[in-house]
């Protein structure tokens, strides 16, 4: 009997403590959203992915750098806004963004497919899905992927393109086996190694690994094609207006076209000011 | 890159694992101890809290825990997380090596015959000075070697700090490896983890070796 009272005493404080934390929880979480946050000194958490070149990745000073990570920069100057990275795991962007470790998804992030699951700025960048093989592998249209294996970087693009049923599905199940990467990087060497036989990439990183390394080569079919903009939380159109101006104005005054020439593997892909 | 700027930009990430593994340690010693007394109090629930709290931490992956402090707030009570990217890690590592020192302090404790409690009594120890004094000397001595292999595997763990993508010296070597297609960096953070685990090792035989009371 004893037991019994204790047992059902734990239970009603685990419930009380739940609730009481949930209650304290939404409390906290619908004040301040409504006045304006975005003046001088306000900090602009830019989260992106390290591994994404040359869009966001480690540069040869071992500084933070790329497209987007110099765009950002540009349009804090151009707000007063303080900078602050927050380099995150691409597979966990949706929590880090909703849970508001930054302000926005900044990364070489496609918007065809995720029309509705993000508030999108104005789309800044044109991307293409290729298919990288090896010179020499003897595939030269998607047909011939049939039976073989493919790699790709998880959540992206082509990952998605790959799983959609309006999109690549079909294709996706003629393959052998479709290897799914923390990092383009490591499915590119796997490509080299011999282990996978393609990977699905962004032609942007595409041609990054391909200036790099001669013996790889895109086929000329696309797997698809779409566009790069960044992604904010829904309930963010203040924020969201406000970084679309920016970018108009950094277009309009050259200084988009000033950092899209660091980046010649893409220049001819941004769309700002286009 | 060259191999220098390399070693410079990756330097911040070993004090930030030096960070965690000096928290953790700090943290989860002592918690370990009072988690290991209170599993042996003699209020039932306590004890049955304490039975459930280390059977999950031991039970579940670490960088599972490691991703429910850190999004838990949001995904339970919709807080903003800001900055709790580097508290939700500590949090993570400490609760989950308490347990684990925990449970080596109490097989530490429980070695020590009862014989010695009943004498500490008969000579007027009270039940404070007899633990302070009698036991704690003897199980400290006892655990040692365990404790010296729970460190070591904390040296390696810290690496698991790159599920939240904090830029310790693992997630640093993954991030410089991609961009520089290089597998140097790989090779740097073996040789950081390797070297700080020599000196662990180096420490805690002088630890043990001072403990040579009781021979």
């Not at chain 1, 239970?11 to 409504?34: H, K, N, R, W, Y």
């Not at chain 2, 101890?33 to 042996?40: D, E, G, P, T």
């Not at chain 2, 040692?144 to 693992?170: G, R």
């Not at chain 2, 140097?184 to 983890?193: H, N, S």
């Amino acid at each position: 009997m004893k037991k019994r009272l204790t047992a059902l005493m734990l239970v009603f404080a685990m419930i009380f403590t739940m609730a009481v934390l949930t209650a304290c929880g939404g409390g906290g979480s619908d004040e301040g959203s409504s006045d304006s946050k975005y003046g001088e000194g306000f900090v602009f958490k830019h989260g992106f992915d390290l591994d994404y070149r040359p869009y966001s990745f480690v540069d040869d000073n071992g500084e933070n750098g790329g497209f987007d990570v110099e765009m950002a920069k540009a349009v804090c100057d151009f707000y007063g806004w303080e900078y602050e990275a927050v380099p995150f795991n691409w597979d966990a962007k949706d929590a880090e963004l909703n849970a508001g470790s930054c302000d926005c998804i900044w990364s070489g992030f496609t918007i065809n497919g995720r029309e509705d699951d993000y508030l999108w700025s104005e789309p800044y960048s044109d991307n293409t899905q290729k298919i990288m093989v090896k010179k020499d592998s003897g595939i030269a249209t998607l047909a011939d992927l049939a039976g073989k294996k493919v790699g790709v970087q998880t959540a992206t693009s082509a990952y998605e393109l790959l799983n959609d049923e309006e999109g690549q599905k079909e294709l996706m199940e003629t393959f052998a086996d479709l290897n799914v990467y923390d990092t383009y990087t490591i499915a590119i060497t796997d490509l080299n190694a011999g282990a996978i036989d393609a990977v699905a990439v962004d032609v942007t990183r595409a041609q990054e690994a391909m200036a790099k390394d001669d013996s790889l080569v895109c086929l000329e079919e696309n797997l698809g094609s779409e566009q790069y903009g960044i992604g904010f939380r829904k309930d963010d159109q203040e924020l969201c207006d406000l970084v679309n101006v920016a970018l108009e104005a950094l277009a309009a005054d050259g200084t988009v076209a000033k950092i899209a020439a660091n980046y010649p593997e893409i220049e001819e892909y941004i769309t700002l000011g286009k | 890159m060259t191999f220098s700027t390399m070693l410079s930009t990756m330097s911040s990430g070993m004090w930030k694992t030096f960070l965690i593994f000096a928290l953790t340690l700090i943290g989860s010693l002592p918690l370990g101890m009072i988690v290991a007394l209170l599993r042996k109090s003699r209020f039932a629930p306590v004890r049955g809290f304490i039975k459930a709290y280390i059977s999950i931490m031991r039970g579940t992956p670490l960088m599972l825990q490691l991703l429910v402090w850190y999004f838990g707030p949001y995904y339970l009570f919709g807080w903003n997380i800001g900055n709790w990217r580097f508290p939700a890690i500590i949090v993570g590592f400490v609760l989950n090596y308490a347990a684990y020192f925990a449970e080596i302090y109490r097989g530490g404790i429980e070695s020590i015959p009862a014989g010695q409690y009943e004498a500490a009594e008969v000579l007027g120890f009270t039940k404070f000075q007899t633990f302070m004094r009698i036991i704690l000397p003897q199980v400290v001595k006892i655990i040692m070697p365990s404790v010296t292999n729970e460190v070591i595997t904390l040296v390696k763990d810290t690496s698991l700090a790159f599920t939240l993508a904090y830029q310790e010296v693992f997630s640093l070597a993954k991030q410089i490896s991609a961009s520089q297609t290089s597998f140097m960096p790989f090779l740097i953070a073996g040789v950081f983890y390797f070297v700080a685990n020599y000196v662990v090792e180096i420490v805690m035989a002088r630890i043990e070796k001072s403990m040579d009371y009781y021979k």
